[in-house]
């Protein structure tokens, strides 16, 4: 089962936006976990002027994304990808 973080911070609303947007999809195959970008250094370090993100399989898909595009994004297996 495929792992997807999705990273969010307190009182923000474009993440608000995003999990309404990842709520219209079919999550049921995903192992699917919301993360606040404080509980790891390594994720504020990296994300913080970013969120909201998703993480799938050590790829990012970075706000602004659509349903079409997130659908996309967690149903890839990126496997073609290093």
Not at 57 to 66: E, H, K, R, S, V
Request: charged letters at 30%; glycine letters at 2%; one cysteine or more.
């Amino acid at each position: 089962m495929k792992k997807v973080i999705f990273l969010t911070g307190k009182d923000c609303h474009l993440c608000d936006e995003a999990r309404s947007i990842l709520l219209q999809l079919e999550l049921g195959k995903l192992n699917f976990q919301e993360v606040d970008i404080y509980e790891k250094r390594s994720y504020l370090d990296k994300y913080w002027d970013k969120i909201p993100v998703l993480l799938n399989n050590n790829n990012a898909l970075f706000w602004p994304f659509d349903l079409s595009s997130a659908k996309e994004f967690l149903t890839s297996d990126f496997k073609k990808i290093k």
